[in-house]
Structure formats: C-alpha cells, structure tokens
C-alpha cells in the first residue's frame, strides 16, 4: 500500500473549517483513501473514504487532487470534541487478507476555544 | 457505522498469567478481523490478521505462540496474551471488516493492559 505524509499537528479555532492535508504521491490506481481519527485512548474512528470523486458524509468532507496524489479531509465547523490524531491512510480496496490499514504518525489536530 | 466492542476495557494482571480479550461485531459479520496494539504516544502497530475459520496471519516479529488468536465465528474474535511480562503491557485495539460498506474496518475501543 502507498505511504502518505501529513503534517505532524495542526492547530484550528472552534467553530472555523479544519483542513488537514495529505500526501499519496505513490497511490496506485486500485487504491482508496481513507480517513480515520483517534481521540486520545480511543479506538480508531472511521471518518470517511474515497477513490478519485470528493466526498462527503456529516462527518467531513473528503477533496482528493484530479491527479490523486494528495488529499484533505476537511471538518467544515470543527469543535472542540474534533480534538484527535486523524490519520490518513491508503489501502487497497479488495478483499483479501492483505488488504488492511496500516498507520502512520497521522496528524494531531488540536482545537481551540 | 458498524459497532465493534471489546471486552474488557481495562485488565491488570500479574506476570505469568494469561489474559483473554474478546472482540465482537454487534452489527454486522466480520470474515476478518485484525489485532492491533498502540505504545503511548505512538501509532497503531497491526500485530494480526484473523479470518473465521482459519489460523491467523502474523506480522514480523510478533511472537504466535504468546498472542493467541482465534476467530470461531462471524462475529466473535479473541486475542490471548500467554504468559503475560510488564513488557506486553499496552493498548490492544480490534478491528473488523463490513462487507457491506465497502470493507470498512470499524475499530473497537480498545483494552488496556498492565501486566504487574
């Protein structure tokens, strides 16, 4: 799976957009981007996903470059409870054994009051 | 999204003993399931890959015969730490696959272990 690079942290005023980059340069055609975040001793949480078309759930939205190779996931009215690790990761989507999430140092998004 | 939990949150032990934890699909079934575990202040480190049914797939370095997996059914998987050492102390964290969205992995809550 491809290797992405996010800035190690981030910081956000409550109640403005929070847009976290992400670069894939090495993406292969086959591969998803996904996006998840950790709030500090939590598990992993699933934010959103996508191929090639920007997309949006109410959670965040997803922009990924016409050429694929970065991405940002944006929070469009971050609050405090946005306070978390996010992480970017790009995966193979099929299924197989060897289709799985592998983490990186993500990004700490801090929001301020 | 899809519910994944995992039980018990929190364990302490002695060393020597050995710890079961269990993770669960509420709402969907799982082929595949994965342990992960996370030191502080670093990422999540995937030590396991668990198909129903099957023996689980190790990664490099971690140690099969001290972290037992089995995968009995579409919704249950469950993590063994043998013989536990202060060393294995960590947060291990389980993760399941939705065939219905796409082959999201949903993650568990994770489960604290310290090992006396």
């Known amino acids: 799976d491809a290797k992405t690079t996010q800035p190690p942290s981030m910081d956000c005023a409550e109640g403005r957009a929070a847009n976290l980059p992400c670069n894939h340069s090495?993406?292969?055609?086959?591969?998803?981007v996904y996006w998840y975040r950790q709030i500090h001793s939590q598990g992993p949480q699933y934010i959103i996903h996508g191929l090639k078309n920007n997309e949006t759930n109410e959670m965040a939205s997803l922009i990924i470059t016409e050429d694929r190779k970065s991405s940002t996931l944006i929070l469009p009215h971050a609050t405090l409870r946005d306070t978390a690790v996010y992480y970017c990761i790009v995966r193979v989507f099929r299924e197989t054994s060897g289709s799985r999430l592998t983490f990186g140092e993500g990004t700490q998004l801090t929001v301020n009051p | 999204g899809a519910v994944v939990s995992q039980h018990p949150s929190r364990v302490i032990c002695k060393s020597g003993t050995s710890v079961k934890i269990e993770c669960r699909s509420l709402?969907?079934?799982?082929?595949?399931m994965f342990w992960y575990r996370q030191f502080p202040k670093k990422s999540l480190m995937l030590m396991a890959t668990s198909n129903e049914g099957s023996k689980a797939t190790y990664e490099q370095g971690v140690e099969k015969d001290k972290f037992l997996i089995n995968h009995a059914s579409l919704t249950l998987s469950t993590l063994t730490v043998t013989s536990a050492h202060p060393e294995d102390s960590s947060f291990y964290i389980c993760s399941a696959k939705d065939s219905q969205t796409q082959y999201t992995q949903y993650f568990g809550p994770g489960t604290r272990l310290t090992v006396l």
């Open positions: 709402d969907f079934q799982a082929t595949t």
């Open positions: 090495t993406i292969s055609g086959n591969e998803y």
